[in-house]
C-alpha cells in the first residue's frame, strides 16, 4: 500500500488549525485554484494512488478526515466539516480543468459543503474565509461560463433533455447567487456575539457584507436583479450598521444598493447611497470611482441636477463627458426630436446607454425635462410675461397661450421632418399627423402587421355580413355562459349581446365598438390635447407652477409679483425635487448607527424597519 | 480576513490576466479593491477639503436663457411668423 507522506502532514496541520480555530489559515491550506504549488502536486498524485475513485477509498477517506473534527462529550460534533475535506480531497483528485462546466458542478458541491460546515453554531465561523475563496473562485467560474455560452451549449443540450426550457430558466450565474446567499444567510443569523441590529459584527456577522457583496455581483451579473430585494431586507432588519464594517465592503455594498434602487426608480435613495459610495472610495480606485459616476450621473440628472465640468474633468470620469454633456444640452436646449433621435435605438450614443443599463430610464425620465425646457422657452418668446409697470395693480397674471405651444411643436416637428429628408432617415422620432394616437410621436409599423391595410385608408365599414363572416366565432357563438355560470345555447346567427340597434338604443352602455372617435375633432385639438396631458404632468410634479385653463387653452403663473414670472411657473428643477424627497432621507436597505433618540428607537421597538417598504416611494420623472 | 493572506493574493493577482483575453466588457465589472480598509482622507481629493458639500461638482441651475442661442433664436423666428400671419 503506497505512503501518503505529504497527505498525512496535510491532515496533520488542519488538525491543528481546526483546534486553533484560524480560519484564514485554513484558507490559505485548502487551495484549489491553478497554478497550484508541487506539494499540493504531490498530494493529488498520493490521492490518486492511495485513494483512486470509487465508493470504498471514499469511505476510508471519510473516516481519516472523521479524526479531524474535536469529539465534543456528548455534544454534537462538527459532523459537515469531514464531509467537506473529503470533497475537498476527491475534488482535487478527480478535477479536469479542462472542463470547465465539470468543475463547476464539482465546485459547487464543494462549497454547498463547505455553507454546511458554516452553519454550526460553534465551530462554523472557522470555514467562513473559505467559504468565500470557494464562493469568489465558483462566482468567476460562472460568470466566466456565462460569457462563453459556446463552451457549454453541448453540455447543456446534453444535460437538458426534454426538460430544456426548465433547464435553461436558471443560469449557472444565478446557481452560483444562490449557494452564495445561502452562505449570506448563515452570517446574517448568526447568534454567537452580541445580537440585535446595533451591534458590532462579530463571528460570522464579520462576513455579513462580503456574502451579500458578492451575491449582488452574481444576481446584477445574470439580471435577476428583483432576487435582492429579500436580501435588502433581512439586512434592514438583521444587520447590524454598515459603518462598522470595512471601507471596501462599505463602498462595495452601496454601489449594489444604489444601482438596485436606481433600477426601482428609487432615484433619491439611489443618489445618496452612489454619492455616500463616492465620497468613501479610495480616491485612487479609479475604475470602482468610474462605475460608480456611471450611475450617480444619471441619478442626478433624472432630479435635475448635472455634472460640473470640474466633475467630468476628473480621471475617474473617463468616458462619461462625452456621452452624459450630450443629454445634458439636449435637456437645456429643449428640443423633444432631438432628444428621442439621440436616444433612437440605432444610434451610437443609445447603445452605450443600453450597456450600461440606463437607456430605458433616461429616455423615460429625462424627456420630461426637456418638454419643461421647451415650454420655458416658448413662453419667453412667446408668452405675456407680465406688465413690469403695472406692478401694484391688478392686472392679468403672466400667462402662455397654449396655441403658440402648439404652434412651436409643429414647427418643431416640420424642421425634423426636413432633416429626415435631407439626412439620415430612421423613421422611429418622427411625428407626423395621425387618425388616432399621439400626436407627439410616430412609431414605426409593426411588422407583424405591415400586411394589413393601411388603418387611414379604410373608410367604407364592414356590412353586418362580412362582420359575422370574420367575427361569427365571436359575436354570435353556439352558446355561452349566463351570469350564474351556466352554460346557454344560441341559436346560430343570433348576436349574444342582443341587436345594437334596438335594445341599446338609450343606453350609454354599448358592447359593441363604435367607430365613431375622432370624427369631430381635428388633428390640432389632438395635438392640443396631448400638450395640455404634458403640461398638466409637469404642474402635477411641480416642475411648472401654476395653472390651466381649458377654455381657450392656456397656461397661467399666479403670484409672480415678487418672484418674477420664470422663477415662479418655472421653478428650480433640483430644488423642487430635492425639497419633497428630503422628507424621507432613509434609505432602504441601508443600516444606519442609530441614534440612542427619537423615532428610530421607538420604531425599533414596534418592530419597524423590518421590511423595505418600497409602497410609499414617490417616482421622479414622467408620471 | 484571509484576504491579506499572501497565497490568495497571489492567485487573485493571477486571474485577471488569463480571463482578460476572453472577457467582453470586463471593465463593468466592480472589481475586488486590492485593499480591505482605509481611513476616509485616503477617499477625499487631495486639495478638496469639500468633498462633502459638492456644490462646485453638480449644476443645480441649468436654465437657458440666452436668445442668441440658435435654437431659442429660431423659435423666436417662428413665433413672430405665426404672430404676423394669424
Same mark, same amino acid.
Given at each position: 500500500m503506497a505512503a501518503t507522506p505529504i497527505l498525512d502532514q496535510f491532515l496533520g496541520s488542519v488538525a491543528d488549525l481546526i483546534q486553533k480555530r484560524d480560519g484564514a489559515k485554513l484558507q490559505d491550506f485548502l487551495q484549489i485554484e491553478p497554478p497550484l504549488s508541487d506539494i499540493y502536486q504531490q498530494m493529488i498524485t498520493e490521492l490518486r494512488?492511495?485513494? %483512486?475513485?470509487?465508493?470504498?477509498?471514499?469511505?476510508?477517506?471519510?473516516?481519516?478526515?472523521?479524526?479531524?473534527?474535536?469529539?465534543?462529550?456528548?455534544?454534537?460534533?462538527?459532523? =459537515? /466539516? +469531514?464531509?467537506?475535506?473529503?470533497?475537498?480531497?476527491?475534488?482535487?483528485?478527480?478535477?479536469?480543468?479542462?472542463?470547465?462546466?465539470?468543475?463547476?458542478?464539482?465546485?459547487?458541491?464543494?462549497?454547498?459543503?463547505?455553507?454546511?460546515?458554516l452553519g454550526d453554531s460553534q465551530m462554523g465561523v472557522v470555514v467562513l474565509p473559505t467559504v468565500l475563496y470557494l464562493s469568489k473562485v465558483l462566482a468567476k467560474l460562472a460568470m466566466g461560463l456565462d460569457r462563453r455560452p459556446e463552451l457549454i451549449a453541448h453540455i447543456l443540450r446534453m444535460e437538458g433533455g426534454n426538460d430544456h426550457e426548465s433547464f435553461e430558466k436558471v443560469?449557472?450565474?444565478?446557481?452560483? =447567487?444562490?449557494?452564495?446567499?445561502?452562505?449570506?444567510?448563515?452570517?446574517?443569523?448568526?447568534? !454567537?456575539?452580541?445580537?440585535?441590529?446595533?451591534?458590532?459584527?462579530?463571528?460570522?456577522?464579520?462576513? @455579513?457584507?462580503?456574502?451579500?457583496?458578492?451575491?449582488?455581483?452574481?444576481? /446584477? &451579473?445574470?439580471?435577476?436583479?428583483?432576487?435582492?430585494?429579500?436580501?435588502?431586507?433581512?439586512?434592514? =432588519? &438583521?444587520?447590524?450598521?454598515?459603518?462598522?464594517? +470595512?471601507?471596501?465592503q462599505r463602498v462595495t455594498y452601496l454601489y449594489y444598493l444604489g444601482r438596485y434602487l436606481f433600477s426601482n426608480n428609487l432615484f433619491y435613495p439611489a443618489q445618496i447611497a452612489l454619492q455616500s459610495a463616492y465620497d468613501q472610495c479610495h480616491r485612487e480606485a479609479l475604475s470602482q470611482r468610474n462605475l460608480i459616476l456611471t450611475y450617480l450621473i444619471p441619478c442626478n440628472i433624472i432630479m435635475g441636477r448635472f455634472p460640473a465640468r470640474q466633475l467630468l474633468q476628473r480621471p475617474e470620469a473617463r468616458g462619461l463627458a462625452e456621452n452624459f454633456d450630450p443629454l445634458c444640452r439636449l435637456i437645456i436646449r429643449g428640443d423633444y426630436l432631438a432628444f428621442r433621435e439621440h436616444f433612437a435605438v440605432k444610434s451610437p450614443s443609445a447603445q452605450w446607454f443600453a450597456r450600461k443599463g440606463l437607456l430605458l430610464t433616461l429616455r423615460n425620465r429625462?424627456? @420630461?425635462?426637456?418638454?419643461?425646457?421647451?415650454?420655458?422657452?416658448?413662453?419667453?418668446?412667446?408668452?405675456?410675461?407680465?406688465?413690469? &409697470?403695472?406692478?401694484?395693480?391688478?392686472? +392679468? %397674471? %403672466?400667462?402662455?397661450?397654449?396655441?403658440?405651444?402648439?404652434?412651436?411643436?409643429?414647427?418643431?416637428?416640420?424642421?425634423?421632418?426636413? &432633416?429626415?429628408?435631407?439626412?439620415?432617415?430612421?423613421?422611429?422620432?418622427? =411625428?407626423? !399627423?395621425?387618425?388616432?394616437?399621439?400626436?407627439?410621436?410616430?412609431h414605426a409599423t409593426d411588422p407583424e402587421y405591415s400586411g394589413l391595410a393601411d388603418p387611414d385608408a379604410v373608410t367604407a365599414p364592414d356590412t353586418d355580413h362580412e362582420i359575422l363572416e370574420k367575427y361569427g366565432d365571436y359575436l354570435a357563438s353556439d352558446g355561452y355562459f349566463d351570469e350564474g355560470g351556466n352554460w346557454q345555447d344560441n341559436t346560430p346567427g343570433n348576436l349574444i349581446d342582443g341587436n345594437p340597434e334596438t335594445d341599446y338604443e338609450g343606453c350609454e352602455f354599448d358592447p359593441y365598438a363604435d367607430s365613431g372617435y375622432g370624427d369631430e375633432e381635428d388633428q390640432s385639438s389632438l395635438l392640443m390635447r396631448e400638450i395640455e396631458s404634458i403640461l398638466a404632468s409637469l404642474l402635477t410634479q411641480g416642475l411648472m407652477r401654476g395653472y390651466l385653463t381649458h377654455r381657450n387653452p392656456r397656461f397661467a403663473i399666479p403670484g409672480a409679483r415678487v418672484r418674477g414670472a420664470l422663477p415662479t411657473g418655472f421653478p428650480n428643477v433640483w430644488h423642487t425635487i430635492s425639497t419633497r424627497e428630503k422628507e424621507d432621507p432613509h434609505v432602504p436597505g441601508w443600516v444606519q448607527i442609530r441614534e440612542p433618540t427619537g423615532l428610530g428607537a421607538a420604531a425599533a421597538l414596534g418592530g419597524g424597519g423590518r421590511v423595505v417598504n418600497l409602497a410609499g416611494a414617490r417616482p421622479v420623472g414622467a408620471q | 480576513m484571509s484576504n491579506s493572506t499572501p497565497a490568495q493574493n497571489k492567485v487573485e493577482s493571477d486571474q485577471p490576466q488569463q480571463q482578460k483575453p476572453q472577457v467582453l466588457e470586463e471593465d463593468d465589472e466592480f472589481e475586488d479593491f486590492p485593499v480591505e480598509d482605509w481611513p476616509q482622507e485616503e477617499a477625499e481629493q487631495p486639495s478638496g477639503s469639500a468633498n462633502g458639500t459638492n456644490e462646485h461638482l453638480w449644476e443645480e441651475s441649468w436654465d437657458d436663457d440666452d436668445a442668441a442661442e440658435d435654437f431659442s433664436k429660431q423659435l423666436k423666428e417662428e413665433l413672430k411668423k405665426v404672430e404676423a400671419s394669424s
Amino acid at each position: 500500500m503506497a505512503a501518503t507522506p505529504i497527505l498525512d502532514q496535510f491532515l496533520g496541520s488542519v488538525a491543528d488549525l481546526i483546534q486553533k480555530r484560524d480560519g484564514a489559515k485554513l484558507q490559505d491550506f485548502l487551495q484549489i485554484e491553478p497554478p497550484l504549488s508541487d506539494i499540493y502536486q504531490q498530494m493529488i498524485t498520493e490521492l490518486r494512488q492511495r485513494y %483512486p475513485p470509487g465508493s470504498q477509498s471514499d469511505t476510508v477517506l471519510q473516516q481519516r478526515c472523521e479524526v479531524l473534527v474535536p469529539k465534543t462529550k456528548g455534544g454534537s460534533s462538527w459532523s =459537515a /466539516f +469531514p464531509t467537506f475535506m473529503r470533497l475537498y480531497f476527491t475534488f482535487m483528485r478527480d478535477v479536469n480543468v479542462e472542463n470547465l462546466l465539470e468543475t463547476y458542478n464539482l465546485l459547487k458541491t464543494l462549497l454547498n459543503q463547505c455553507v454546511l460546515a458554516l452553519g454550526d453554531s460553534q465551530m462554523g465561523v472557522v470555514v467562513l474565509p473559505t467559504v468565500l475563496y470557494l464562493s469568489k473562485v465558483l462566482a468567476k467560474l460562472a460568470m466566466g461560463l456565462d460569457r462563453r455560452p459556446e463552451l457549454i451549449a453541448h453540455i447543456l443540450r446534453m444535460e437538458g433533455g426534454n426538460d430544456h426550457e426548465s433547464f435553461e430558466k436558471v443560469t449557472l450565474v444565478e446557481k452560483s =447567487a444562490n449557494v452564495v446567499r445561502e452562505a449570506f444567510i448563515k452570517c446574517l443569523t448568526d447568534r !454567537s456575539g452580541t445580537p440585535g441590529p446595533q451591534a458590532k459584527p462579530e463571528g460570522k456577522r464579520k462576513g @455579513i457584507y462580503l456574502m451579500a457583496n458578492l451575491c449582488l455581483k452574481l444576481l /446584477f &451579473q445574470c439580471g435577476k436583479l428583483r432576487n435582492a430585494e429579500q436580501m435588502f431586507s433581512s439586512i434592514s =432588519a &438583521q444587520s447590524p450598521p454598515l459603518a462598522h464594517f +470595512p471601507a471596501s465592503q462599505r463602498v462595495t455594498y452601496l454601489y449594489y444598493l444604489g444601482r438596485y434602487l436606481f433600477s426601482n426608480n428609487l432615484f433619491y435613495p439611489a443618489q445618496i447611497a452612489l454619492q455616500s459610495a463616492y465620497d468613501q472610495c479610495h480616491r485612487e480606485a479609479l475604475s470602482q470611482r468610474n462605475l460608480i459616476l456611471t450611475y450617480l450621473i444619471p441619478c442626478n440628472i433624472i432630479m435635475g441636477r448635472f455634472p460640473a465640468r470640474q466633475l467630468l474633468q476628473r480621471p475617474e470620469a473617463r468616458g462619461l463627458a462625452e456621452n452624459f454633456d450630450p443629454l445634458c444640452r439636449l435637456i437645456i436646449r429643449g428640443d423633444y426630436l432631438a432628444f428621442r433621435e439621440h436616444f433612437a435605438v440605432k444610434s451610437p450614443s443609445a447603445q452605450w446607454f443600453a450597456r450600461k443599463g440606463l437607456l430605458l430610464t433616461l429616455r423615460n425620465r429625462c424627456e @420630461i425635462l426637456v418638454w419643461r425646457s421647451f415650454c420655458r422657452k416658448v413662453f419667453i418668446h412667446g408668452g405675456y410675461l407680465g406688465d413690469p &409697470q403695472a406692478q401694484a395693480q391688478r392686472g +392679468p %397674471p %403672466p400667462f402662455l397661450y397654449l396655441q403658440k405651444l402648439l404652434d412651436a411643436t409643429r414647427w418643431l416637428q416640420q424642421q425634423h421632418n426636413v &432633416q429626415t429628408v435631407n439626412g439620415t432617415s430612421n423613421g422611429h422620432t418622427r =411625428a407626423e !399627423s395621425h387618425e388616432y394616437g399621439s400626436q407627439t410621436l410616430s412609431h414605426a409599423t409593426d411588422p407583424e402587421y405591415s400586411g394589413l391595410a393601411d388603418p387611414d385608408a379604410v373608410t367604407a365599414p364592414d356590412t353586418d355580413h362580412e362582420i359575422l363572416e370574420k367575427y361569427g366565432d365571436y359575436l354570435a357563438s353556439d352558446g355561452y355562459f349566463d351570469e350564474g355560470g351556466n352554460w346557454q345555447d344560441n341559436t346560430p346567427g343570433n348576436l349574444i349581446d342582443g341587436n345594437p340597434e334596438t335594445d341599446y338604443e338609450g343606453c350609454e352602455f354599448d358592447p359593441y365598438a363604435d367607430s365613431g372617435y375622432g370624427d369631430e375633432e381635428d388633428q390640432s385639438s389632438l395635438l392640443m390635447r396631448e400638450i395640455e396631458s404634458i403640461l398638466a404632468s409637469l404642474l402635477t410634479q411641480g416642475l411648472m407652477r401654476g395653472y390651466l385653463t381649458h377654455r381657450n387653452p392656456r397656461f397661467a403663473i399666479p403670484g409672480a409679483r415678487v418672484r418674477g414670472a420664470l422663477p415662479t411657473g418655472f421653478p428650480n428643477v433640483w430644488h423642487t425635487i430635492s425639497t419633497r424627497e428630503k422628507e424621507d432621507p432613509h434609505v432602504p436597505g441601508w443600516v444606519q448607527i442609530r441614534e440612542p433618540t427619537g423615532l428610530g428607537a421607538a420604531a425599533a421597538l414596534g418592530g419597524g424597519g423590518r421590511v423595505v417598504n418600497l409602497a410609499g416611494a414617490r417616482p421622479v420623472g414622467a408620471q | 480576513m484571509s484576504n491579506s493572506t499572501p497565497a490568495q493574493n497571489k492567485v487573485e493577482s493571477d486571474q485577471p490576466q488569463q480571463q482578460k483575453p476572453q472577457v467582453l466588457e470586463e471593465d463593468d465589472e466592480f472589481e475586488d479593491f486590492p485593499v480591505e480598509d482605509w481611513p476616509q482622507e485616503e477617499a477625499e481629493q487631495p486639495s478638496g477639503s469639500a468633498n462633502g458639500t459638492n456644490e462646485h461638482l453638480w449644476e443645480e441651475s441649468w436654465d437657458d436663457d440666452d436668445a442668441a442661442e440658435d435654437f431659442s433664436k429660431q423659435l423666436k423666428e417662428e413665433l413672430k411668423k405665426v404672430e404676423a400671419s394669424s
